[in-house]
């Protein structure tokens, strides 16, 4: 069973940046894929960033230019950091890890608001 712990949501004004954490659990041995969603109320749970094991990246066109994905191995934790916050960029966010060996799993979301 894999872990996906979310933390660093909150209310930022437009403009600003936050950094959302995910700690996994366990990083398999494995090729695997740790990314982002997002769901805004009464939308569908989008995309928003991906990285490999390899260190590949991955961002929807929302996210190109004012987020970064990363990851550190020794801490277990991939990390969403997101500037030039909008008002549309208001959603849970979710860290979600794909594995063709552990299988799929999914955190519980943090809240992230952007105030006009």
């Known amino acids: 069973q894999v872990q996906l712990v979310e933390s660093g949501g909150g209310l930022v004004q437009a403009g600003g940046s936050l950094r959302l954490s995910c700690t996994v659990s366990?990083?398999?041995?494995?090729?695997?894929?740790i990314g982002w969603y997002r769901q805004a109320p009464g939308k569908q749970r989008e995309l928003v960033a991906t990285i490999s094991s390899g260190d590949i990246m991955h961002y929807a066109d929302s996210a190109k230019g004012r987020f970064a994905i990363s990851r550190d191995n020794a801490k277990k934790t991939v990390y969403l950091q997101m500037n030039n916050l909008k008002p549309e960029d208001t959603a849970v966010y979710y860290c979600?890890?794909?594995?063709?060996?552990?299988?799929?799993?999914w955190g519980q979301g943090t809240q992230v608001t952007v105030s006009p």
């Open positions: 366990s990083f398999g041995p494995f090729v695997e894929l």
């Open positions: 979600h890890l794909d594995s063709s060996v552990r299988g799929t799993y």
